[in-house]
T-cell receptor, first 112, second 114 residues
Framework: GDSVTQMEGPVTLSEEAFLTINCTYT??????LFWYVQYPGEGLQLLLKATKADDKGSNKGFEATYRKETTSFHLEKGSVQVSDSAVYFC???????????FGTGTRLLVSP | DVKVTQSSRYLVKRTGEKVFLECVQD?????MFWYRQDPGLGLRLIYF???????EKGDIPEGYSVSREKKERFSLILESASTNQTSMYLC?????????????FGDGTRLSIL
């Protein structure tokens, strides 16, 4: 079945450092890919998405490119802030009905 | 903005009780979902619904049931609560449109079964 693998956390960075959180997937067909973020005490919020190969999703300085050849959707940000501290989830939705399959989440901790 | 509201942020119940978790969305979405979130396991789908009175089992439906009598409301029911159902429960909704439509989440209910 479909699955998502993302890097273990926590990822600990200093403010203004470069961020990469790796995400790879296994799926049949042409899934849509998503990054969600969960701030402490809150539900998940959509951060960005890409629906076809080579699409780049972007939002709030975060970017991720849908790479079909490497089945990857890595999340990047050029300069993180303390306010980016949260748990980040990579997810995919297969063709047809939109059941989401999530990775296990990666906690990001940014210190001043 | 889409608003998904879960009735309780924190809930404490006893083993064997029947527990109701309520979720309401205000954007006329066709699809609604219930997940549970556990450390190291990510989010796992319990049940979903794509229309009023329709329901489908997700990946971990055992011990749960759902009800969708109105389009905006989706209830999760723990028929006889057990300690292994202590978890964070998240409700989500989305519009029709296949896999490209994102899901919108509520803030979650942290349920403790004693």
């Amino acid at each position: 079945g479909d699955s998502v693998t993302q890097m273990e956390g926590p990822v600990t960075l200093s403010e203004e450092a470069f961020l990469t959180i790796n995400c790879t997937y296994t799926a049949t067909g042409y899934p849509s890919l998503f990054w969600y973020v969960q701030y402490p005490g809150e539900g998940l919020q959509l951060l960005l998405k890409a629906t076809k190969a080579d699409d780049k999703g972007s939002n709030k300085g975060f970017e991720a490119t849908y790479r079909k050849e490497t089945t990857s959707f890595h999340l990047e940000k050029g300069s993180v802030q303390v306010s980016d501290s949260a748990v980040y989830f990579c997810a995919l939705s297969g063709t047809g009905f939109q059941k989401l399959v999530f990775g296990t989440g990666t906690r990001l901790l940014v210190s001043p | 903005d889409v608003k998904v509201t879960q009735s309780s942020r924190y809930l404490v119940k006893r083993t064997g009780e029947k527990v109701f978790l309520e979720c309401v969305q205000d954007m006329d979405h066709e699809n609604m979902f219930w997940y549970r979130q556990d450390p190291g396991l990510g989010l796992r789908l319990i049940y979903f619904s794509y229309d009023v009175k329709m329901k489908e089992k997700g990946d971990i439906p055992e011990g749960y049931s759902v009800s969708r009598e109105k389009k905006e409301r989706f209830s999760l029911i723990l028929e006889s609560a057990s300690t292994n159902q202590t978890s964070m429960y998240l409700c989500a909704s989305s519009s029709r449109g296949g896999g490209r439509q994102p899901q919108h989440f509520g803030d979650g209910t942290r349920l403790s079964i004693l």
